[in-house]
């Protein structure tokens, strides 16, 4: 490819551009909301972060209000998925039940999650391991042998498990477990957006996915948060991570029926006064909640999950307000972001960062980060923090990218183009395969 030629495929596939990007191309590449995954997984990394930085360096408690919502990264990370994949395959799996084709998404789709995720699980327990032999100590519950089976197989966030192992990848075990509904989901999908009726049938559909979560709001019915294995156990099999999945998956899925219908039926470029004004009310509401310290545990709380799915809806349609999260750099993040996910909580347990995982020694404690200066604090937490983005980076580069390009040439029946919500970085041209 001449250098004209791959400049201006770059272009064409990263550069901030049109302010209205069709959802009904199914090639075509979200780049707002691959910058949105980028967002997303900072806000967890600072959501968890946060917890000890705090309490070295008093500034960030400032910024309390913003990062101890964190965990509603992951279910901004839900909503992005519905509605993305309804984008690339609502027209693939939608009009039957294939079984070549659902074979082949649910191949591409452990091509997408497994590699990192085993990686990651057998970094994890060396590091336990080796940490064991050097304090000469034993692992807690939440490094036990029968956790990591279930993580192994990806089954452990379906029901109300502890949290072990590498604790953010029960959202992977859900991920999982909507990746194998979605097909069905896709059948009911189709058929609404195809129907006369479908600024009825997907409203209504979008409320039958918030009814649980609803019931928990109204202390109808509660569902348990998950703990660690140390904590006090929580009774009950559905857990609140399912209940949130459902909802902001299930959100995400029809925001996207809902907002190509709009696109169709011609209503025209949202005005960017509109689309600020939906970001810049998002993040007040946001903020109120955290100021408010509200958390996990206050079923109040997840009244902001229908708020993150209409973000991802507005994002996904784009517009001039989003050239910042179209940005080259804003693509790389988001396109490492889920290395950024899996990886950070195995750097903050080296730092030190993560409550009460004390298997062994940690940065912190060798240095004795708490008696050292503020400057030392600063500089010891932005370090923690960017070592995040670096492991990230090398995980995608090195373990993602080549795992999930492997096992889609070995899988997959079909050989078109890269899905696009997992296209190379912005410094090399898009292949196909």
Known sequence: MSQMSRQKHLEGDFAPRSPLPSLSDPNRHLKTLTGLRAVAAAWVVLFHASLLFEVWVPVFAKLHSVTAMGFLGVDLFFALSGFVLCHRYLEILGPRLDRRSIQDFLLLRIARLYPVHL????????????????????????????????????VHGWFNQPLAWNSPAWSVSLEWLAYLFFP?????????????????????????????????????????VATFPSDVPNSGIVSLNLVRLVAAFGGGCVAFVLARQCQR?????????????????????????????????????????????????????????????ERPMMIRLGLSSYSLYMTHWFVFSVFGVVPGLTIGPTLARELNISEQGMLARILF?????????????????????????GLRRRFASSRGELPVEERVDASAPVTQS
């Open 119 to 154: 990686f990651v699980l057998v970094v994890f327990a060396c590091y336990v391991g080796l940490m064991v032999v050097l304090s000469q100590g034993t692992a807690g519950n939440e490094f036990s042998g029968t956790y990591f089976g279930q993580n192994v197989i990806l």
């Open 184 to 224: 069905i989901l896709a059948l009911v999908l189709f058929r609404i957006d195809k129907s006369a009726r479908t600024m009825f049938w997907g409203p209504l559909l979008g409320i039958a996915f918030y009814i649980p979560l609803v019931l928990h709001i109204a202390h109808a019915r509660s569902f348990p």
């Open 265 to 325: 039926r011609s209503l025209g470029p949202i005005k960017p006064v509109f689309v600020t004004t939906i970001w810049f009310i998002t993040l007040a509401i946001i903020v109120a909640f955290g100021r408010s310290g509200f958390t996990e545990q206050d079923s109040r709380t997840w009244l902001l999950s229908p708020v993150l799915v209409l973000l991802v809806a507005v994002t996904g349609l784009g517009g001039t307000f989003f050239g910042w999260l």
């Open 381 to 405: 937490c932005v370090a923690a923090v960017a070592m995040c983005y670096i492991v990230a980076y090398l995980c995608w580069r090195f373990i993602e990218e080549p795992s999930r390009r």
